[in-house]
């Protein structure tokens, strides 16, 4: 394909210089954003008089029965073309010559690209954005059913203190519920059109740049002409939000790496979910999970790729640029398959509640609330606390519980100690007491859930 800026050029460019500067086997996929816009730039350029009005219709018609015959496989792109957007130009002056070639004026592949890219990664986050809500409901619902599992709550993966499944399922609510605030957040910010901007200098044409970004669901323009095709802070701003995603469905993933080892046998994965060994007949294995876990470094990769392929760049526009898209559609991309795969692995995992109300039931994981009587009886914590860890100590000297051991031996630690203790330090009461805001207790869990919910409402039907 001819190329469109050889007029300046005596001999064609290298095949190799063509294969390696060429974007369109991964910009391609912007075609609909591509075309969208210039629709938007034509309409502009005929309601300024910029071109004719039928110059502007033609223009128009035939962009959209190009998206037309690239949706319905008539048109396929050309991989020798240099891009996207000098693919449906090329295609649009082949179609209705002299007139396809106004298109271009007052534009540049450089506020174009920067165009589409903004387009693009906003219907991308869109997606995004519901699958994660999607997962929220998933966290949310297994939460519901599990207000009443005990479970032991870690810290340093040594049992620390008993708390519900729960509690432990909205803690995971919770942090999707910030990747999807981050996620908006860095949509809006991104969401101004930087089209008129041109190479980087703006133009003498009486553009009308806030036309075109009201016609294309923009909130603003970008005020500078440099930044708006130069900058792409917002591709990192989106990797970042979903590096701290994938940050979160990795932890996610360890943990249920955990609970289905013989170890821990907490919850089995659904046989549709998990994968068979190809010499050890007895393994299940998590794939779907260390996948996910394995992927999270690939996704930071894509960021810092970002990031460092920003860092040098003179403004305004630089090829380096074009290096934005594959690292910013990895990240997209694998987020969104992780989320699609996540939801039904959770939905159809079996939690063995037994084991883990017995593992909640070894470790002492009451020491805590043993102390928590003696200060209710008018002990000062630490003191308490003190106490509290000797008969641990004896406990585990005398191979016994704090639940078995009688209430002679509790005497000659402390006289506050009285037959209600066993109550006291019983693994449901001490577990479902835990009432305070955030807690693990039934009445801060329906807090926690109605909480997800309104927010659930609020965003649903964004
Ligand atoms: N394919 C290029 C990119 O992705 C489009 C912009 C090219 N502009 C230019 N002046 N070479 O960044």
Known sequence: MAKMWAGRFQKEESKDVNDFNSSISFDSRMYRND?????????????????????????IKTLGEILEDIENNELQFDYEAEDI???????????????????????????????DIRLYLRDQIDVLLNQILDCIVTFKDLASKHKK????G????????????????????YMLKRDYERLNDAKKRMNYSPLGSCALAGTTYDIDRMMVANELNFDGVVMNSLDGVSDRDFTVEIASAISLCMMHLSRFS?????????????????????????????KKNPDICELIRGK?????????????????????????????????FDAIDTLSMCLKILKPMIETMKVNKDNMRKAAAKGFINATDLADYLVKNGMAFRSAYKISGSI????????????ELPLDVYKKYSDLFKEDLYKYINLEECTFKRNSLGASGLLSVNLQIKDINKFLKKNKNN
């Open 392 to 403: 641990v100590a004896y406990c585990i000297d005398h191979n016994t519980t704090l639940e």
């Open 35 to 59: 075309i969208i816009g210039s629709m938007a730039h034509a309409k502009m350029l005929g309601n300024k008089n910029i071109i004719s009005k039928e110059d502007s219709e033609l223009i």
């Open 254 to 282: 360890e943990e249920i790496i955990m609970w289905c080892s013989w170890e821990f046998k907490f919850i089995e994965l659904d046989d549709a979910y998990s994968t068979g060994s190809s010499i050890m007949p007895q």
């Open 154 to 173: 870690y810290t340093h993966l040594q049992r620390a203190q008993p708390i519900t499944l729960a509690n432990h399922l909205l803690a995971y609510a």
């Open 296 to 328: 999270t470094g690939r996704v930071y990769g894509d960021l810092i790729t970002l990031l460092t392929m920003l860092k040098g760049i003179p403004l305004a526009y630089n090829k380096d640029m074009q290096e934005d898209k594959e690292a910013i």
């Open 149 to 152: 599992t005990i479970m032991p």
């Open 85 to 115: 957007h000098m693919f449906i130009e090329s295609v649009l002056t082949e179609r209705i010559g002299e007139v396809g070639k106004r298109l271009h004026t007052s534009r540049s592949r450089n506020d174009q690209v920067a165009l």
